[in-house]
């Protein structure tokens, strides 16, 4: 129980503070850090207090089932692997975010930069500690968004944004790319449990799939942790402030690619594919990286391709598939944060002391700056591979491991270039040190500016200084246990013995690493020379090559969208109705079978005929006279009557009052529509066009009265209604099963539908509501009646009827409501009689009067409606029911009798309010708009004559 | 001649005036299009209940054949929302009518009877 609370308050506690810090974003600076540092210092005291155990070679592992059906569970692990992980993640993390606190300015959005911090670290620990490769899948794709979050973090910067648009195309495209390796490898493994993927190595390396698993999920890694050719991104992440370049490159963000590789180690690792595609990978990155890092002049940029070759170096050992190499691998992980941090941190501090990151207008600052030289002069020390420092003790192993690999029959290869590296490396470290705080200032003003800071900035890389001191002088007492359960963890059984020192002897790794000293220190001493010669040279802009591709890719898919995609309405439609019609005709095909079933039909009365008869004609008149707009909508009504007029016969009484209801509104609505458009404008289409859309309409007609001929001919297929039917009464309480199935079987339809009717209301009024204004505006005040009227504005008998008419028509929509779960009639078609009977006031009384004697706002009927069908729903829950279960029961009362109550009824009180202001919103703001830009334009010129004559004393 | 082909029968006349009607280069004849479309599936929809006379699905303990309850219900609120649809695609056509000027279906300038010489896209007004 212990074990899995300290589990989840670790991947919590970075979420809820960011959650904090967001919610407090007004805050202090001092708020936002604080939380930060104290969220990180109690996640880094959670591991410590397990590490023991950890180390001890017990792992913490929790589980709790997510979405079992895809194998997604929520479970966490703790292995040596992912301690040290969270230890750094965690530990640096700390660092930084004190390191922030005194970088950051007052005036910065701290809380927007804290709260990415911390959601950072979550997404990172989230990673390292996952026991689900699903769930390691979402924290990594939150790493990628976070980052973009933190490396864009001055918005303002155009630079920042273009790095942070890089970054995330890069390491996110990788995430997609791991995506798909990382399910085929748990599909391949049977579960996406890590620990049961871990056991299964041997099935995994023997699978036909293991080529396109490697590939992908090396992608992944590669494009993560900025392995050549996907090495560009980094150097562009350095517009990040710098405390967030610290932690990214250093111990987090680069270093999940290679969490995962050494993660991994045990299912992947051991194949020849494997070790010469992540041995040459990392060989090409370790040297290339090491070689640009020599002439970079920005001293973040030193750092970030001295980061992208120190990637390649961990890369390579873990393709070497040799278990001293892994061990070697995970040593250099710790180095390397140590150091890495603390120089980045001291670039960040000379940057923010002297004003510039140039190293060719810095120089002689240790006079200055003594305790930053100190610092960042050591940590370039073991960069370099100096003794008695941490990094001499880990580049020496790598260097003595290169012996034992031969890459392409070549036994020198590795070896030699792994020198070449290592000599570039001490290059540039030395280069780094020297040129910044030795020799004679080169740019006066820099330098006169130049202090040490506040012990807030320096503490945090001193403290990992010192931890990389001690990595050198006393390795076995420091790290020797962690490094040899998390080596055995990496290889997935015992490590060889370990013996970490730094003297091993005179060997061949010693030779190596003093030749690539000795060269270092020439590479200095001739850097000069070799700048002017580096820089003739034309070199490839990644960053331009990207954006090139970028925008190639952008071009030829908009190419593509305007080809497929004009924007035409008619040629969409079309298209639409075309692939529809070809889908039926490809179905009944398919279906084979006769035309027509075998079920009898009902003889047709002569009355049925006639009116179909009726509908036929007026569909007919409908497109025959598309010009004389009004007489349109009386064919159109004349449609709607008589398909009315069928549901009645076919005994659908429920449809029948909806239909013609709705039939009444909808008129009024084309009505109130056709008075402010065109009424009778010319045609636009051609002849043949006409001609064409003519037959798709014969074939689309064919086609579904078709379809209809053969389903109806045809027995049902065992329909579930028999269920309604069979509990309408038991079940539900009512008798009309039409009514019992929409509040109660099928009631949580019924919601969704009554929102969507709802949300309909609110965009008409927002697309309405805008008219009165701009170009809209100015064209409905222009507008004149174009219509012959009535020389009565409001015909008084009209009035009168409409207004004895209201209570009666109030009388029956109660009626209609009330009887709805036994007879035909509810909340649907009692919202729609009550609307119409309020619609013939505003008719006939016109809107001002109307709206004036309006005591509840449309928009609460709406979200009322809503509110009240969803209490309801939930409601049952209460009972320990399903969500939206009605409850019903009889009750007698004298004189009236015995009477039913149910829930339903409730629901049905909420589908009323929602329909009733749904059609009221859109046909009252429909009726008044041309008067409402009227009268906004006579407030505007009178707003306007009030300033003027203001402004005139 | 039975009921279920002069309903299947009404069914593609009212699709085909549908489609045709859809096809249109003017706002309004969309509309109308939509609206005998929506006429066509509901009739589809409920239709598919199969065609039953004088048997309402109105529980009682005497009677034992009712008509399908539950297309019924579909189509009850299908109706209902083919409202709020048809609203909303006539006032976005109005809308479309008053920024623009023109009630063709993609906004693109047309002779619509209205020559009011206003600007045919908002730079010329206030910004709301």
Known sequence: MAVSMALHILVLLPFVSALLIAAGATRGRGFHSGIAIAASAIGFALVLSVAGRVVGGEVLAVSTPWVPAIGLDFSLMIDPLGLMFAGLILGIGLLVAIYAHFYLAKGEATGRFFASLMLFQGAMLGIVISGNVLLLLIFWELTSLSSFLLIGFWR???????????????????????????????????????????????????????????????????????????????????????????????????????????????????????????????????????????????????????????????????????????????????????????????????????????????????????????????AAAAMAGLPPLGGFISKEM????????????????????????????????????????????????????????????????????????????????????????????????????????????????????????????????????????????????????????????????????????????????????????????????????????????????????????????????????????????????????????????????????????????????????????PKSPPILSSNPRRLRDAALAVAGGLGVGGAAWAMLTRETNDPISAYHLANSYSGGGGTNVVNVTLVDFRAFDTLGEIIVLGIAGLAIFALLEPTARGVAGARLRKWQEDMPHSPERHPLMFVMATRILLPLVLAAGIYIFLRGHNQPGGGFIAALVVAIAFLLQYLASGFDWTDARRRIGEHFLIAFGVLVAMATGLGSLLFGANFLT????????????????????????????????????????????SQRAARAHAAQLKAEKLTHEEGEP | MTLEFLVASAIGVLVAGGIYMALRGRTFQVVLGLTLFSYAVNLFLFASGRLTVNRPPIWSKDIVEYADPLPQALVLTAIVITFGMTAFAVVLALRSFLESGSDQVDGDPCESGLNDNLPSDDSGGERP
């Open chain 1, 156 to 378: 303002h910067s155009a630079e920042a944004r273009q790095g942070a648009r890089m970054a995330l195309a890069i390491t996110g495209g990788g995430g997609l790319v791991l995506i798909a390796g990382m399910l085929l490898l748990g599909i391949v493994a049977g579960s996406f449990d890590l620990m049961t993927i871990l056991q299964s190595g041997d099935v995994i390396r023997s699978s036909p799939l293991y080529p396109v698993i490697l590939v992908l999920i090396l992608i992944g890694c590669f494009t993560k942790s900025a392995q050549f050719p996907f090495h560009f991104w980094l150097p562009h992440a350095m517009a990040a402030p710098t405390p967030v370049s610290a932690y990214l490159h250093s111990a987090t963000m680069v270093k999940a690619g290679v969490f995962l590789l050494a993660r991994l180690w045990p299912v992947l690792a051991g194949t020849d594919l494997y070790t010469v595609i992540v041995t040459s990978v990392g060989l090409v990155t370790m040297v290339f990286g090491a070689w640009v890092a020599l002439f970079r002049h920005d001293l973040k940029g030193i750092l970030a391709y001295s980061t992208i070759s120190q990637l390649g170096l961990l890369v390579m050992l873990l393709g070497f598939s040799i278990e001293m190499a892994a061990v070697a691998a995970v040593l250099h992980i710790l180095n390397h944060a140590a150091f890495k941090a603390a120089l980045f941190m001291s670039a960040g501090i000379v940057d923010h002391e002297t004003g510039t990151r140039d190293i060719r207008r810095l120089g002689g600052l240790a006079k200055v700056m003594p305790i930053t030289a100190v610092i960042a002069t050591i």
């Open chain 1, 398 to 677: 790598m260097l003595y491991e290169t012996l034992e690999v031969g890459l392409f029959g070549l036994p020198w290869l590795v070896p030699v270039l792994a020198t070449i590296a290592a000599m570039l490396s001490a290059g540039y470290s030395f280069r780094l040190a020297a040129h910044l705080f030795f020799g004679a200032p080169r740019d006066a003003g820099p330098h006169a500016r130049a202090h040490d800071p506040g012990l807030g900035m320096w503490a945090s890389p001193a403290v990992l200084v010192v931890i990389a001191v001690l990595l050198g002088l006393a390795p076995m007492v420091i790290a020797g246990p962690l490094v040899a359960s998390v080596a055995s963890a990496v290889i997935g059984s015992a490590a060889p013995p370990l013996d970490l020192s730094l003297w091993h002897g005179v060997n061949a790794a010693l030779m190596m690493s003093i030749a690539a000293v000795l060269v270092g220190a020439l590479l200095l001493w001739r850097h000069a020379g070799l700048l002017r010669r580096y820089e003739a040279l034309r070199h490839l802009d990644a960053k331009e090559l990207f954006q090139r591709g970028m925008a190639g890719a952008d071009a030829r898919l908009r190419k593509l969208m305007v080809a497929t995609h004009r924007p035409s309405l008619q040629r969409m439609l079309f298209a639409t109705f075309a692939v529809v019609l070809l889908l039926i005709i490809e179905g009944a095909s398919a279906g084979g079978g006769s035309f027509t079933g075998p079920r009898e039909g009902l003889p047709a009365s002569p009355i049925a005929i006639i009116a179909w008869l009726l509908l036929i004609a007026a569909t007919g008149a409908v497109l025959m006279e598309e010009r004389q707009r009004f007489r349109v909508l009386i064919y159109i009504s004349v449609i709607g009557l008589i398909i009315a007029l069928a549901f009645v016969h076919f005994s659908a009484p429920d449809l029948a009052l909806t239909q013609i209801s709705v039939e009444v509104v909808t008129i009024l609505l084309l009505l109130l529509a056709l008075n402010l458009l």
């Open chain 1, 886 to 929: 009605s409850a019903f029961d009889y009750f007698s009362l004298p004189l009236i009798g015995e009477f039913e109550l149910a829930t339903a009824l409730l629901f049905d009180v909420g589908v009323f309010a929602v329909v009733f202001g749904a059609v009221m919103l859109a046909l009252a703001q429909l009726s008044h708009i």
